[in-house]
């Protein structure tokens, strides 16, 4: 293991940061209270003042990481390409040579990864921001925890229009138990409870991510999907994405702390560095 390595990543909602030292691996999240990039990036080594020290390399991605100098307060920093780094971080992630790596945070990103390189293929302007912005409308509350809790007690099927209300069954591949529409029964003239309302709108937007990243596997030639982002660090979206998979026959991999996906490719790219320097 190279020591003393600092990988951050630098998200519109929160900031991730990887400490890799003798000890193993600190990992963090810090929620983005700051505009710019420096200031960013300041916020973030200002939590973790006992492991930087002036002259230590460090790789930043993610929001405007381009913006920020090629050095910082005596460090260095190096800056990783963002779809890079979703391509290596989901592969370690997941322990995987290849597949379609998607980013789920506050919208979606999706590259296809592989011995052959990593490639942008697609995206989704759906995202945790979605979840939050529509939470906030409709449940009263953008809090992240609550909403996973509210969606794990609730039935999406009170809220949505199920294919066998919608055509009495199965549809192709899909059961008569799938949905038809996405909170379709909303313009009815009934009460909902915030229970079913978070399970519907967890479901519709796990449903849009899967979807096309399941489309985006195909035309990639990809068998893998793995899921990465903070938005699959709730229990609720983890469900629905794995109905879908079944719904489609297709699996996704969702590693552990699939939150640090990012994160984690930009120690990769600081570990590969620091070998081909030593070489």
């Not at 030292?21 to 209270?33: P, V, W």
């Not at 409308?137 to 609730?154: P, Q, Y």
């Not at 099927?157 to 066998?164: F, G, K, S």
Request: hydrophobic share 45%; aromatic share 2%.
């Amino acid at each position: 293991m190279t020591a003393g390595l600092i990988a951050v990543d630098i998200g519109m909602t929160n900031i991730d940061l990887i400490v890799e030292s003798k000890s193993g691996l600190r990992l963090e999240m810090l929620a983005n209270k700051e505009k710019t990039a420096v200031d960013q990036l300041k916020q973030a080594l200002s939590h973790i003042d006992e492991n930087h020290s002036k002259g230590m390399t460090i790789g930043v991605t993610g929001g405007r990481y381009r913006d920020l100098p090629d050095e910082l307060d005596g460090s260095k920093i190096l800056k990783v390409d963002e779809m890079q780094a979703l391509g290596l971080g989901g592969l370690a992630l997941s322990k995987r040579h290849s597949g379609l790596v998607v980013s789920a945070g506050t919208g979606a990103a999706m590259v296809a990864a592989g011995p052959e390189g990593i490639e942008h293929v697609t995206g989704s302007a759906v995202g945790g921001g979605t979840l939050l912005g529509l939470s906030k409308l409709i449940l009263g509350t953008d809090d992240v925890f609550e909403i996973d809790a509210l969606a794990m007690e609730g039935d999406a099927a009170a809220v949505d229009i199920m294919l066998t209300e919608a055509v009495g069954g199965e549809v192709g591949r899909l059961p008569a138990n799938a949905n038809a529409v996405n909170l379709g029964k909303l313009d009815r003239e009934e009460s909902f409870t915030r229970q079913n309302l978070a399970a519907g709108l967890v479901r519709l937007v796990a449903q849009v991510i899967s979807v096309i990243a399941i489309n985006a596997a195909s035309a990639s030639s990809m068998e893998n999907i793995i899921m990465v982002g903070h938005l699959m660090d709730l229990k609720a979206i983890q469900k629905e994405v794995c109905l879908v998979g079944e719904f489609y026959q297709r699996s996704f991999v969702i590693p552990e702390n699939p939150g640090f996906g990012t994160a984690m490719g930009v120690l990769v790219a600081m570990r590969e560095m620091h070998n081909k320097e030593i070489r």
